[in-house]
């Protein structure tokens, strides 16, 4: 009878600490219930547009109601969004010069998609990185007219090997991302843009990297993609080969790794028109569905008067790689385990009955695997208003203790010991913000790691659904707990998850989000 009462007592403390909320309420049995199901079989690994992608949907809108949550577009919790999924049945690159023409080919020379029949075709300027940064008194198309050009331009941005680069030092800023490049050539006139690594470069280039990762280059090139149905993307991107652009700069007498040397000395652009030199971009694709998916949002009103028009964003995507040969791709750690968490701290906030001063929204993306389709959807269409969006906490692959892999060989450091650690990444030149972290994590007790920061090789800082917000100059933060050798394969399976540290990971989101909604 002693031991009943004492259990008793145990699952009343229990239900009292749920019921009051706070980052004390979140808990691991609901974590892991929340991962099993994500990644079980039936779900088939809930790639965009099939069966399970669609049940994700329905149990995330289920439990943000069951959690208390308001829906947070009119009556529905659900933004829907269509995508196209496609399949490239031709590609062509035709360089002409001296009234000869030269054709490249498909998959050696280079690679690139589009979801329509699209023909672009025009002289060939070089447009440097093919940035218009402003703030760092930089322009690659001052002085160029690219107006109906097609732009060659090189991959990342200047002196990313130089620490003291007003860009970034050794890390990423937004203008590497190839969104704003391909969005800065069409607000240039240019109708096509060719897309080369740098001649110098000191890492592989990008279908080098995702070769690296079993299956990845095949996804690189795969015939089959999806797109947005509505997007703002209306010109192609060819990615092409070292060969290739030194072959489309050779009228200039430049050599590439000449141009990238003068442009990284000085932080000056060396753009230019490449005389007697023409190219014509040709995709024939084939349309094989066109549906609709969704992002699931919910939200919890906040309780002041005056702060309560403002936002804090909670975010993860639902989506997974589907099935590889007969092979389904669980993602446990991508993104289960950052949809549980979102749900459980959906489920913290909305059962504490002190409500923060500014609004919550809740919202678990679409499509991430895609090419982040969900969440730059969602800041296309934003359901709160982007200029009163305080901050973003994403949450993205947190189940796991990073291990070396392939594909972070040779291009990171990671610790022996990464149990208790956590990355952060999208706080460089935000240091109130990431103070604010370390503030609140005195009271979680993680190690907290920066080291992606400064990543030029692996392009982490834009492969992640906080990005889309950057764009949009709002702080925007992911936790991350690194890649593993498990990195979208079969084997991202639950019982490899540190539910623990997730749980830790979880209690930081919710301290930091509550901070800023309050302060």
């Not at 892991?32 to 079989?41: I, K, M, N, T």
């Not at 240091?431 to 005195?442: G, H, S, V, W, Y």
């Not at 991350?480 to 830790?504: C, I, R, S, W």
Request: glycine letters at 8%; charged letters at 25%; aromatic letters at 8%.
């Amino acid at each position: 009878m002693k031991r009943l009462w004492v259990a008793g007592c145990g699952l009343w403390a229990l239900a009292a600490l749920a019921q009051r909320g706070g980052p004390d309420a979140i808990r691991i049995d609901r974590l892991r219930a929340d991962v099993v199901f994500l990644s079980s079989g039936p779900l088939g690994g809930r790639k965009a547009l099939e069966r399970g992608s669609g049940v994700a949907v329905q149990f995330i809108a289920a439990e943000f109601a069951k959690a208390g949550l308001k829906p947070a577009n009119g009556d529905a919790y659900f933004q829907e969004f269509s995508l196209i999924e496609y399949r490239s049945k031709a590609r062509s690159l035709t360089l002409e010069r001296g009234g000869k023409k030269q054709e490249y080919q498909s998959g050696r020379d280079f690679t690139g998609s589009f979801p329509r029949d699209m023909t672009a075709a025009g002289p060939v300027v070089f447009a440097g990185y093919g940035i218009t940064a402003p703030e760092f008194g930089y322009d690659d198309y001052a002085g160029l007219d690219a107006q109906g050009k097609v732009v060659l331009i090189f991959d990342h941005e200047p002196q990313e090997n130089d620490p003291k680069s007003v860009f970034n030092g050794l890390g990423n800023t937004r203008y590497a991302s190839p969104q704003f490049k391909l969005l800065n050539a069409q607000r240039h006139g240019a109708v096509g843009v060719l897309t080369v690594a740098e001649p110098n470069r000191k890492h592989p280039s990008n279908l080098e990297r995702m070769a690296r990762v079993p299956g990845g280059r095949e996804r690189a090139v795969s015939p089959a993609a999806q797109a947005l149905a509505e997007s703002d993307r209306r010109i192609p991107v060819f990615s092409v080969s070292d060969a290739v652009a030194a072959e489309l700069l050779a009228p200039a007498g430049k050599k590439p790794g000449e141009l990238q040397t003068s442009i990284d000395a000085a932080l000056r652009p060396a753009s230019l028109a490449l005389p007697d030199t023409a190219v014509e971009m040709r995709i024939q694709s084939e349309e094989i569905r066109r549906a609709p998916t969704a992002n699931v949002v919910g939200i919890l009103p906040g309780r002041d008067p005056k702060l309560r028009d403002e936002t804090v964003l909670f975010t993860a995507h639902y989506d997974h790689l589907g099935v590889r040969g007969e092979q389904v791709l669980p993602g446990a750690d991508d993104n289960a385990s950052g949809t549980a968490g979102l749900l459980e701290l959906a489920r913290t906030f909305a059962q504490d009955p002190q409500r923060p001063k500014r609004t919550l929204l809740f919202i678990a993306f679409g499509a991430e695997e895609a090419g982040l389709l969900g969440s730059y959807y969602y800041t296309a269409h934003p359901l709160r208003p982007l200029e009163t969006t305080a901050a973003v906490i994403n949450l993205d692959m947190i189940g796991r203790d990073e291990r070396p892999s392939k594909q972070t060989e040779g291009l990171i450091r990671i610790a022996e010991d990464t149990s208790n650690e956590l990355n952060l990444i999208g706080l460089k030149g935000k240091p109130a913000l990431r103070a604010l972290f370390e503030r609140q994590n005195r009271q979680v007790g993680l190690q907290l790691n920066y080291k992606w920061e400064d990543d030029a090789a692996l392009n982490v800082l834009f492969r992640c659904d906080h990005f889309p917000f950057m764009l949009h100059d709002i702080p925007a933060v992911w936790l991350f707990n690194g890649f593993t050798p498990d990195y979208h394969q079969p084997t991202d399976t639950v019982e490899k998850l540190n539910f623990a540290k997730m749980q830790k990971i979880v209690r930081l989101s919710c301290r930091v989000g509550r901070a800023l909604a309050d302060q």
